[in-house]
């Protein structure tokens, strides 16, 4: 499966982003989705992450209660709806496929090419 991630930008502290992953291939509802994010000099980190089935999500608890992951198969997306953005979320984010539900950058095998997000304080 290929992924393009899109929707990122630059946001005051407290706005909204809404970050859209557009998968092709005719596989994509057979994969866990996750969105992770990777701030300069740090290791890429999970963010959250959707069933299969979008019947199960996960979230760091960093952003748990600020962000959404959703997922429509018929549309072959998933987006991230962030809410409440802060400074510390700034990073470049990335939407990634995985055979089964993880939180663990190794386990997902497919990458999107990643979008900025950029929180003004």
């Known amino acids: 499966v290929q992924l393009q991630a899109s929707g990122g930008g630059l946001v005051q502290a407290g706005g909204s982003l809404r970050l859209s992953c557009a998968a092709s291939?005719?596989?994509?509802?057979?994969?866990?989705m996750g969105w992770f994010r990777q701030a300069p000099g740090k290791e890429r980190e999970f963010v959250a992450a959707?069933?299969?089935?979008?019947?199960?999500?996960y979230y760091a608890d960093s952003v748990k209660g600020r962000f959404t992951i959703s997922r429509d198969n018929a549309k072959n997306t998933v987006t991230l709806q962030m809410n409440s953005l802060k400074p510390e979320d700034t990073a470049v984010y990335y939407c990634?496929?995985?055979?089964?539900?993880?939180?663990?950058?190794?386990?997902?095998?497919?990458w999107g090419q990643g979008t900025q997000v950029t929180v003004s304080s």
């Open positions: 990634a496929a995985s055979a089964f539900i993880s939180r663990d950058v190794p386990d997902f095998g497919f």
């Open positions: 291939g005719r596989t994509f509802s057979s994969y866990c």
């Open positions: 959707i069933s299969w089935s979008g019947g199960s999500t």
